[in-house]
């Protein structure tokens, strides 16, 4: 029977997870040996089971549907899954899902080649949903909106057909933060995406282990790993998008105050609800003086 690692086993095991000399998943066949690598490696693994303890990822789960677009993001994160899987610290089964929605010159034969390659369970579902967004969406419009949420529907239908108890998706740390700012400077509300999120309906987690992983860092584990990335030619091609002036501004911010990033990111996990200005979260009305200021 497997046992869930609890949050104290994840940093007794440190020190073997330094150790990537004893073998790996097939995926990680032809990666370079060399030191920064490693450490790159090491950095990603550390960061997605540190989202494990902290969000309580593994709690009751027995079966995930990793989303699989063929990005540098989605790949690098079903790879550090399957290298937390060899090494026994991830007791759930896996099983990769690509949902191609019908885009032009889409290569349909990348993503089931290279998972068959790397012996990984998968599920490729065919759904146009490339049309529907081409219809519905205005000329000038941006697509990404209506497409995730179709993409997400989808989703969630082939995880319950699979059995599967959660989605897991490649959202890393640079999506959290340009989504927090784009709720913030368009939305009116202080929100990003979840680590740990339970669907509407009640019966599938949705689980983002790349919470606390660097967008540079999945882009340089991609270039190393030689994936065969498939670039997105529906909203991939807008210019002007929300997000992308959300991660050029952040750019800007990192460039000119290093760590910046890690510490907005921080910020979102150390709220003080008494210190902002909603009164559905903090009971202002219930504020008193106890003590005269006389005595």
Known sequence: MNVLPSAETFAADAVEDDDLSAGAHPVFAAAPRSVSFNKLRKRLIRQVRQAFSDFDMLNGQKR????????????????????????????????????????????????????????????IEYRDTYSVVKEKVPHGGTYCSLCSRLRRGNLYRIAREEGCDALVLGHHREDILETFFMNFFH??????????LLNDEGDLMVLRPLAYAAEDDMARFAEAMAFPIIPCDLCGSQDGLQRNAMKEMLAGIEAKMPGRKDAMLRALGHVDASHLLDPKLFDFSGLAVTQSSSE
């Open 64 to 123: 995930w549907l990793v989303g699989l677009s063929g990005g540098k993001d989605s790949y690098g994160l079903l790879a550090i899954l399957l290298d937390l899987k060899w090494r026994g610290l991830l007791p759930v089964e896996l099983i990769a899902c690509n949902l191609d929605q019908g885009q032009p010159n889409f290569p349909k034969h990348i993503l089931p080649d290279y998972l068959s390659s790397i012996g990984v369970p998968h599920r």
């Open 187 to 196: 939305g009116g509300r202080l929100s990003t995406m979840p680590a740990k």
